[in-house]
């Protein structure tokens, strides 16, 4: 009831402020006259597009110290992902330390769409290990726009709880305005957190009509730290290196040919002390050798051609082919010993392998009728992908056996074939958008020997098709120049990837047996959303008001559906469709430049964001553990005026809620209220050198993260490895040449 009043204030005041404002046009603030591509796939204005975007550019990457995939993601409420400390699961240590993927509106995994130039990301693995998603360094991106809400009816099965993009750099626009046919651009960086150092490269040359970008981000850590837990971190050794290629033909002022090539590249190698014990070998267990040893990798190849020649069907026309591959490659050693004897000495060998060939194509026509303006944007994207796994386990420890397989799915071909369309029309102050995806999505199970040679595997599966009809409809009114209303209907979908469908892990661990089985009649999900907003733009003054509800049917769920007979006693889990549930919110966002007030207070601006959240099963009558508590962030800074070295400070307050409605059999760590203050600066030194730095926690909190605490896998994970990083910083050097 509280939030419900708290809701009602804020949009009565909003609206009252509205009617009240002049309709005399004013000078936008910056993030107003920033555009965005992700809500309607066309150009348009961040603050005059109906739906919940944010948008962050590659200077706000700098200024806010973003080197990974959580950084992106840090100051945005309502945003967040999971972080696995190393060691985090003490009984299955497969994995390093990292990211798996995105949660937003209380779900996450491959219910959120990630794309990196318009091309999806390989799908999250949760079994066995599993992978993440985070197959890139931020350092090479342009900007990232975050669309909350479901996107399927643009963008297809996995964007049905909302769609983070990524968008390479690109130096054309800055060789095009420099006197000069070259640009270098360098970052060096240290961050203090795991003791990283990094160096990020962008090149530009302009020969003609060819343009080539070269980016570069290389990384050398360890750990991050968890040092306000009671558990040190375990030594990690950890190299990454991003490297992307653009190279550009303009056959004229409307066509233009670009060739992408990029390769990442992640190596991790830990040492897991916090899994040893100190056992004396004669009367207990003791494990005397814990360690993993990780590599990531992704290569992608893509070509795209641009016309925006008008042509009877289309003004502009984007056509691009792509592949891609990925991998994570892991080797996990471990020994134990008990009265002296050597009671296991094994090695697993895991490697989760995703492919896609894919043709996007996108057509766009503007036209007039009956005094509206109409853009009409329509196209056809295709893929073929492929997933597969080995799990090699070779067990050496009394007497030993020969290398075991025991793949956690069964290789399978994914495919996918979409027809889109979407009409937005403007008459007067009024917008409407109107879309329509069509797709057909199959699984096809190769039944290989491997994967059904195990024991007590599966029966071999048939294959899964489907059709789907994912319709969106917007509609907004400028109540007047500074001032928009907009209401958004949007079906989600979201197909069973490949472990969903033909997933299979059999566990036989002391204390934890349990089968996981493949299930030939599981079903797509699907989810209803609607969003209702106001969004308010002046010249010192932003404000965003979102109000959402979204219910998914057929949500996808591993559940225990039985037991075998022991001993031992084993658990019979399976992925299967459970029913409804709703998760509904609100999101505010606003910025005000207090200059407005005084030229005494010119150049100081403060902010503040906030997301609430709740979630309901409503086949269980329980809570949903992936929304997380409610969240909020205050900003105030000062950036200076008329100054030949420009320079600015921020200071960001953030509020998190203990989570208070976890599901009725929770057992693990529920983490406390915090808050945490963090302190980011920047200063222009010359025209071509810069500094950012910063200082998070500054009164070095011992907190947790929901999203992070929330998920592990074992009862027997102490709260302690999942404790963020102490007083920490970022310092970086800018060199523009």
Do not use: C
Not at 692 to 702: A, I, K, S, V
């Amino acid at each position: 009831m509280m939030h419900r009043t708290t809701f009602a204030l804020l949009f009565g005041t909003l609206s009252l402020l509205a009617a009240s404002e002049p309709t005399e046009p004013e000078l936008p603030l910056q993030q107003l006259r920033e555009t965005t591509l992700l809500a309607t796939r066309s150009e348009r204005e961040l603050m005059k597009t109906p739906g919940s975007i944010t948008s962050i550019n590659y200077d706000t990457f700098a200024r806010e110290g973003v080197n990974n995939a959580g950084d992106v993601a840090r100051y945005q409420t309502g945003i967040s992902i999971p972080f696995e400390f190393s060691g985090g699961d003490s009984l299955v240590p497969y994995r390093g330390s990292g990211f798996t993927n995105y949660r937003m509106r209380g779900v996450e995994g491959n219910r959120v769409l990630l794309m990196i130039d318009g091309i999806r990301q390989p799908a999250q693995i949760d079994g066995a290990g599993g992978n993440g998603r985070d197959y890139f360094d931020p350092g090479i991106f342009e900007r990232v726009e975050i669309l909350r809400g479901s996107g399927s009816s643009l963008y297809g099965s996995d964007a049905m709880g909302g769609v983070v993009s990524f968008e390479t750099r690109s130096l054309e626009e800055e060789l095009e305005a420099s006197e000069r046919p070259w640009l270098l651009n360098n970052r060096l960086a240290y961050q203090s957190a795991n003791n990283e150092f990094s160096h990020v490269l962008n090149a530009g040359l302009r020969e003609g009509p060819w343009y080539v970008t070269l980016s570069n981000a290389l990384r050398s850590g360890e750990e991050t730290e968890n040092d306000k837990g009671e558990i040190a971190a375990n030594p990690l050794d950890s190299w990454s290196n991003h490297l992307l290629g653009k190279i550009s033909y303009h056959m004229d002022e409307a066509q233009q040919l670009t060739f992408t090539a990029e390769h990442f590249n992640r190596e991790q190698d830990t040492d897991l002390d916090s899994l040893k014990s100190n056992g004396d070998g004669v009367s207990s267990l003791q494990t005397v050798l814990a360690e993993t040893i990780a590599d990531d990798n992704r290569t992608r190849y893509s070509i795209e051609y641009q016309d925006s020649n008008a042509h009877a069907l289309w003004d502009q026309l984007s056509v691009k082919l792509y592949y891609q591959y990925s991998e994570t490659n892991t080797e996990t050693n471990t020994q134990t010993r008990f009265a002296n004897i050597l009671s296991r000495d094994r090695t697993d060998d895991i490697q989760f392998a995703q492919s896609a060939l894919g043709l996007a194509t996108q057509f766009t026509k503007e036209y007039q009728s009956f005094g509206m303006e109409h853009s009409f944007i329509y196209g056809i994207e295709s893929s073929t992908e492929n997933a597969q796994n080995t799990f090699t386990r070779t067990d050496r420890a009394l007497g030993g056996s020969d290398p075991v397989e025991r793949p956690a799915f069964d290789e399978a071909d994914l495919r996918r074939y979409d027809l889109f369309f979407q009409n937005l029309t403007t008459k007067d102050r009024w917008l409407f958008q109107a879309g329509l995806r069509l797709g057909y999505y199959e699984i096809l199970p190769a039944n290989s020997d491997d994967f059904l040679n195990q024991t007590n595997a599966p029966e071999a599966s048939s294959d899964y098709s489907k059709f789907s009809i994912s319709p969106s409809a917007s509609i907004q009114y400028e109540l007047n120049d500074a001032t928009v209303l907009w209401a958004r209907y949007a079906k989600g979908i979201r197909n069973p990837s490949a472990e969903d469908y033909v997933g299979f892990f059999n566990h036989s661990a002391t204390g934890a047996y349990f089968s996981q089985i493949p299930n030939p009649n599981l079903e797509e999900e699907t989810s209803d959303s609607f969003d209702l907003g106001i969004k308010y733009a002046s010249e010192s003054l932003e404000l965003e008001l979102t109000t959402y509800y979204t219910l998914y049917d057929g949500f996808i769920s591993l559940e225990t559906i039985g037991q075998e007979a022991g001993p031992p006693v084993t658990e019979i889990q399976q992925a299967r469709n459970i029913g409804e549930v709703e998760i509904y919110g609100i999101d505010l966002r606003a910025d005000y430049q207090l200059g407005a007030i005084s030229d005494a207070f010119s150049g100081y601006s403060t902010g503040l964001n906030l997301s609430w959240a709740d979630g309901h099963n409503k086949t269980t009558d329980d809570n949903v553990n992936t929304v997380d508590p409610f969240e909020a962030v205050l900003h105030f800074g000062y950036d200076s005026i008329d100054s030949e070295t420009p320079w600015g400070l921020r200071l960001y307050g953030t509020y998190r809620a203990e989570k208070k409605d976890t599901t009725r059999d929770y057992a693990y760590y529920v983490p406390p209220a915090s808050f945490v203050l963090d302190l980011t600066g920047y200063w222009s030194l010359s025209e071509n050198i810069s500094l950012n730095f910063g200082l998070r926690n500054l009164t070095d909190e011992r907190y947790w993260i929901w999203s992070s605490s929330s998920s592990t896998d074992h009862e027997s994970l102490t709260s302690e490895y999942s404790v963020q990083p102490g007083l920490n910083g970022f310092l970086s050097l800018n060199i523009k040449l």
